[in-house]
């Protein structure tokens, strides 16, 4: 049945489902796992990169997250061509409120802003959904640190921790069980790590695999975002990689 309906996507099937927009969410879950999560002092963003080698230049190259403004940056899992196609929109919009407003832009309108532009794509024929999905971090005066996800159908919501990508549902799981009310920066950051750890796959993640950026207020009041460096996230997974012994009594209970 299915395949009489997934040629277009402006064409519902008689279940009221939009196949080439389910099809594109899909294939969200085969990108590397990416993390957010948020805590009372700052939110953290995490992914896992797939494209590693040794030759590449790092400094010239971000595969997982990317700043939007002074306040704001995301990560994205899917496809990564797509991903600049509207992180490039997303750097113009918020640029374009800060001239005309003098004050960055609130959180929640530049995603929905995104989000209206992504819906777009699901609802003209011969336009193909954007296959990517943003985990959205930043700051505003109106409320705080947020955290929000954003889909390929133009769907959003705000979460206090979400996870896509590959192994998901593992992530989600442990998050939903981990993270409590009242978190800081430094327990929000052993969580990642800890999600990090059970959803890749591999026994010892390091930071050549991986990407960690902070959102968070300095004594100041000043709002910052920084990106980890190597050995600050090899401290994190080195931390949170569960030692030999610890593997054996988990598996004995």
């Known amino acids: 049945m299915a395949r009489r309906y997934d040629s277009r996507t402006t064409t519902f099937s008689p279940e009221g489902r939009l196949y080439q927009v389910e099809y594109a969410m899909e294939a969200i879950n085969l990108a590397g796992s990416t993390v957010g999560v948020l805590a009372e002092d700052g939110v953290i963003l995490a992914g896992e990169k797939k494209t590693t080698s040794k030759l590449l230049d790092q400094a010239k190259q971000h595969e997982k997250l990317f700043q939007l403004d002074d306040t704001m940056f995301c990560a994205v899992a899917g496809i990564t061509s797509d991903a600049n196609i509207l992180i490039n929109r997303l750097r113009l919009t918020a640029q374009q409120h800060a001239y005309s407003f003098s004050e960055c832009m609130p959180v929640e309108q530049l995603v929905t802003s995104i989000c209206d532009y992504k819906q777009g ?49 593992t992530a989600m799981q442990i998050m939903r069980q981990d993270w ?74």
């Open 121 to 169: 794509y699901t609802q003209f024929g011969g336009l193909r959904p954007f296959g990517v999905s943003f985990l959205v971090a930043g700051y505003d005066t109106h409320h705080g640190f947020q955290l929000y996800h954003t889909d390929p159908s133009g769907n959003f919501s705000g979460w206090k921790s979400y996870a896509i990508g590959v192994n998901n549902n």
């Open 180 to 253: 409590k009310p009242g978190m800081k920066l430094q327990e929000a950051l052993e969580l990642t790590a800890k999600v990090l750890v059970k959803t890749m796959d591999t026994a010892s993640p390091t930071a050549e695999r991986l990407e960690f950026g902070i959102v968070y207020k300095t004594p100041e009041g000043q709002v910052k975002l920084r990106m980890l460096k190597d050995a600050e996230i090899n401290k994190l997974m080195a931390d949170a990689t569960p030692k030999e012994g610890e593997e054996a009594a988990a598996s004995a209970s």
